[in-house]
């Protein structure tokens, strides 16, 4: 079984940044996929950015150029860095894994930027 925590959401102005962090633990295998979504009321989950074990990394154009994703494979943390914040990027912010077949999720964290 995995779990997944999160820290670091909250309330900021527009241009604002914040930095979120989610934590691992359980069976986590060497290769993996860490990463951020996202969903605002009303709306699906959508990516926000994903980062493979093996370096590669992906973001939604959206954030891109204002969002860093990191990780640290030694601690099985996901890291990301939300700079430039704009109203649009309020919503609940989820932490997901992805190995082997099977996917998990993190509780979620509110993100609400105000303009």
């Known amino acids: 079984q995995v779990q997944l925590v999160e820290s670091g959401g909250g309330l900021v102005h527009a241009g604002g940044s914040l930095r979120l962090s989610c934590a691992a633990s359980g069976t986590i295998l060497s290769r993996n996929f860490m990463g951020w979504y996202r969903q605002a009321p009303g709306k699906q989950r959508q990516l926000v950015a994903d980062h493979a074990s093996g370096g590669s990394t992906n973001y939604a154009d959206s954030v891109k150029g204002r969002f860093t994703i990191s990780r640290d494979n030694a601690k099985n943390t996901v890291y990301l860095q939300m700079n430039n914040l704009k109203p649009e990027d309020t919503a609940v912010y989820y932490c997901?894994?992805?190995?082997?077949?099977?996917?998990?999720w993190g509780q979620g964290t509110q993100v609400t930027v105000s303009s």
């Open positions: 997901r894994l992805a190995q082997f077949t099977k996917t998990y």
